[in-house]
């Protein structure tokens, strides 16, 4: 599970990291989703498997919990996630209208 895991995370970062290395503003902004995706299945790799752990409830005779920080850290890391997102696609926008195309090559051949 942890090949897995490991898999999956450096396929979304491979992939956001060429995305935004690409010359289209759009696929840069993907490109910077990937990475937070990536980002977050990360953090859930390293918080372990909870399968064998109990909620983090004090009862008696149970010795594992299930630590919750990193399930925070991954809900602040979607929210932060989503105002970057919405930063970006109204930067995309405002680009847009003012050179009239999503090309990064073709916005600056004119400086």
């Not at 630590?67 to 890391?77: N, R």
């Not at 970006?88 to 916005?107: F, G, H, P």
């Amino acid at each position: 599970m942890q090949f897995l895991s490991a898999l999956i995370v450096a396929l979304l970062f491979a992939g956001g990291t060429y995305l935004i290395f690409q010359r289209g503003f759009v696929r840069i902004l993907f490109g910077f989703s990937l990475i937070t995706h990536a980002a977050n299945v990360f953090i859930l790799a390293m918080s372990g498997e909870p399968g064998t752990k109990a909620s983090p409830i004090i009862t008696e005779g149970v010795t594992q919990y299930v630590d919750p920080l990193p399930q925070a850290l991954i809900l602040t890391a979607i929210v932060i996630g989503f105002g970057v997102t919405a930063y970006l696609v109204v930067l995309l926008y405002r680009l847009y209208r003012d050179t009239e195309t999503t090309d990064a090559m073709e916005m600056y051949e004119d400086s």
